[in-house]
């Protein structure tokens, strides 16, 4: 006897789950379903060889996974590449985070002013880009430090980034401000700092929106499957995993970018995955290989930070790109992915 | 010219502290107070040499930092140890920590039961102990884990600590706990997941209470007085600063406890420092060596999990000690403290 | 006065470094020579800022560093890139690490039979490659690991190169085995385990010979450097430098692959860098992503672990990529260093 | 079938070991000796249950392990403490590392000169200490740092060694050089950057003295017991090991005092485990307060540096204790120890 854990078939209707929970009872066990948005996806539940084997043979049920998955909803499900989307400038159109392109996300580290934001949108947009991204709350070291312009810059975020059909992607720190961020957002930000902040990935979970989950920086690969785990639990409908960077012990960077997090990630889960090589290494000049390197690692995308002015930025600067330099990294992302796509996909078998 | 923290007398009356902006003013200089609690304890000011040499030497004035300060209330302010004040059992009982005599902190990691609570809570106090901790929100890496009972049980807590006469220690998860947490707590604790947490620690500063602050796993020392002073800066009255194992890369522990990490603060603060030996390593053979070895590094106390029947607890079991071994601890403590006490105090000249 | 780094014009004739040192010597300055196998490359010397300003000027003088460089002769020299000239299969043929195109050195981990010898070589020439590693010796964790077949298969191993036109690449561990190993060897490799035992490095250096250097599972970029600098200051003839993962918290890979280290090696040292992603991460399914993001990141090269029955290997065999796999290595190498070379030059500035 | 590790009776007589071989011949497994010194202690053999049950009822055989042991002779073996004699002074002289009481072990890190040598030898002697540690050969990172004094300052140190009755403790880099070590060492010291370098473990094996160990700065626990299977197979007569820091995130130390590294090594082994808190840390004022807490922990002594003048040692000063806080070191030393061993005592239960 031991707890397995049964998943479900995709599309499986509520009077066929009702019916497998009530095939579980009469085996006499306690289950306890694993709900994913409103819907149940599978079971966990203490049965025996037996008992597993006969659960495995109904109608309705996808697998039966003999260990308890510690992360039945993020981790391997069988069903392929999951494909997040993400609306970006319009209520039809949509960028595909997980799909055949590799996607560039950028922007300013912090929302300084409208004419920043303004100037960096229209960069991103005339790059090519699609999604747009700019801190209104940083968490940051000190109390002395800009924190950000709060709630009072989102709509001017949102107005910005509407001008230049981008979507917006944004950070989200406080529980209490999961609402007005998802008012605003299309694909709320869970920072490293707060990766394990339960209580905020519990609410951030319920406003049943995607979510780009970055990696902390001492977080196992397990351990970030199961922050994305809570969020899912918690009704978030997708989450996008990121590597930032890891603490090193070499003074010559400030993180340590874990980038095999990307080939490790895909024998675990189907979710996205992207890099931030901006804070993942913390010096500008190693943005751009780096993010190349993601690339050819098999990310579903990168993020950065730009800034019209490097020299300035409020936060992070030593590691923001020029504007001018981004055409570049966009033209690079694409000769990557078109020279390594195919060798990929063999490598994947 | 240059940023630099002007430290004020510790107690400076308003009309002084005005006295000393204005001439901040005259000296053409934009100056930033930093608040501690209600009052103004220094500012931060551009000033050139001539400027600063100036404030030095005004009444009021106790001390003017050459670089600013990153933790101007948190750091070393030079008034010697700071003693933190924590009630104990009753309004007019408090016990101290950085004072004289250093301080066993144990308990249950999490509340599970009335019986449970009871045991733990009369071995602790029949061992001699003031302060009670036990977890009843638990930050736990799987959504499917034991996480805790959650408000109902803090009212079983505290009649269960007041029963013993002791002080409550208790973690608070999610900035909309705060006001609760704190109607039942003695010590607000901030765990090791959330130290960077700043929306969470400037509502917990708000409830102007004292405060255990636990050392994130990747966190440097100046980060962990970095978070405490988001505590102090947003009114928590006084900071407990706790070791408790960074991340290493050895499977034989689950943390690493860095226990130089005491002396190493000493350097750099007044703030109580204690080390939480029990999630610092996480083998219950080691709880007691180490707990050991922290009041020997000059650690203010210890913080350590027990359980009445520890191979049975909900979470963290397999560091916690059993109860018969409380006795062991706390005289193990007082013949350390007594053996260590007068060559720490020259070894700190 | 502080001491100073002064370094020579490449080419300078032995008369004139003379001079330069009864110049320096007229100053009234020690002088201490810097070596780079027979030549005198530059001094180390406490010069005041007149003394350093009047040396600059000197014909001979290339130039004068204000710190003294902890490692000028590994450090950057300002003289462009430093291409590696490797013999490959005949005393006319040679491979260039650091040119245009990157290099794929491969071959089994150790050295167990004549056939396997044959395979790996029959399979890495007919790929495109040019440089065959594989270890005689090898540095186990355990005594009672097979520690490779030694001095006996040198001789073996040397044989099958030349057959396969192939250079040949393999590690010497002790200082007593310089000489056999420099005898069959073109490219003596310095491994992670040994990067900082400096009496090897010494006697390495001693060989006159290329060399190539792994960097230690904890050592930062600067340590690195360090141990190039003992092997030039020896007497190597150039150092290939090789990231090959640094000690990681994750149980998920063997090390934590720091690929940032290419870019930032770039900004140290005109030394070319290549990356060894099998030990780098130690997970088969990674090895060819990482070395697509390797190449994508800027290395001048990459070298693997390959075995004619992967899952038979006797050391490190759950990282051996199949010979089925090398042909789609060095295509996706190539691929990848055509999409990048443009923008990388550019980034480069 | 799997293999097994056969340990026999400490003082079995050959004649006895070889009827124990030929039972294995019989049961028609293939046996290898494990040799100590130059005595068989045990056998690794595949064999079935019913084998391993036959085996371990025959005299003379200790303990079958079930799995085969990675490190048979430095791992647990039953017998209790292995306690360490190391000559001290003179042939008829020893110290017991391992025994009853810690031992302290100090003086400079490098040799810089008689005066410097006779002073902390002085001071040494002075404080009650047995066992003077200086550094002959250094393992310095940059060639053009000071590498010691080398062959020829080994007299000079045995010599003053001898006028103050103490045993001399010093690191071998070289293979090369364990002939000349050995003639004047009494203990041979492995240092941190050469731990995993196999030919020197072998070589300084074959010497067939006491070795003292130091963990490497990336090395598990496991490593650093593979590193000492390595001695003791190669013929050292005792292993004493040694924590030194590992390496650490946080710039606010050199590395970071793995202490619980004591209390988890005794869990794996039985051979001495002492603390060397200068390195370590490699911050003076943390000196003292983390030799108190090794004692605390439960290691059978400490390694520390001391210097005549503190501030102008030639190679780690900064970490160097005066002369003048000896006898405060041992004074604090014997207090611990006293405090602490009878709890210690039953924790180990």
Do not use: W
Request: with cysteine.
């Amino acid at each position: 006897m031991r707890q397995r854990t049964i998943l479900l078939d995709e599309r499986l209707d509520d009077a066929a789950t009702r019916g497998l929970a009530r095939d579980l009872v009469r085996l006499g066990v306690e289950a306890r379903p694993l709900h994913e948005r409103d819907r149940v996806v599978g079971f966990v539940a203490v049965l025996d060889d037996e008992g597993a084997a006969r659960m495995a043979k109904k109608t309705g049920v996808c697998r039966v996974l003999s260990a308890p998955s510690p992360h039945p909803l993020a981790g391997h499900r069988g069903g392929g590449p999951r494909v997040v989307r993400v609306r970006a400038g319009s209520a039809r159109d949509h960028v595909e985070i997980g799909g055949d392109a590799p996607v560039v996300i950028a922007g300013p580290c912090a929302i300084e002013s409208l004419e920043q934001l303004e100037a960096c949108a229209r960069a991103v947009a005339g790059a090519g880009g699609r999604l747009f991204r700019a801190g209104a709350y940083k968490p940051r070291t000190s109390p002395y430090a800009f924190a950000g312009g709060g709630s009072e810059v989102l709509a001017m975020l949102r107005e910005v980034a509407d001008r230049h059909r981008l979507g917006v992607v944004t950070e989200v720190l406080d529980p209490r401000d999961v609402g007005i961020v998802a008012a605003h957002a299309d694909l709320l930000q869970i920072g490293a700092r707060t990766m394990a902040d339960v209580a905020l990935l519990r609410e951030v979970g319920r406003a049943r929106r995607p979510v780009l989950l970055k990696r902390a920086p001492a977080a196992t690969l397990d351990e970030l499957l199961s922050a994305a785990e809570h969020l899912l639990h918690a009704g978030a409908t997708d989450v996008v995993l990121c590597e930032r960077g890891v603490r090193g012990f070499d003074p010559a960077s400030r993180n340590l970018l874990d980038l095999a997090a990307v080939p490790l990630l895909r024998l675990r889960t189907e979710l996205p995955v992207i890099v931030d090589p901006s804070h993942g290494v913390g010096v500008r000049s190693a943005v751009l290989p780096m993010a190349a390197a993601a690339i050819a690692a098999g990310a579903d995308g990168v993020m950065v930070e730009c800034h019209p002015d490097a020299g300035m930025a409020r936060s992070d600067g030593v590691q923001a790109l020029s504007l001018e330099v981004l055409p570049r990294l966009f033209a690079q992302t694409h000769a990557i992915a078109s020279a390594i796509r195919p060798s990929m996909a063999t490598a994947a078998e």
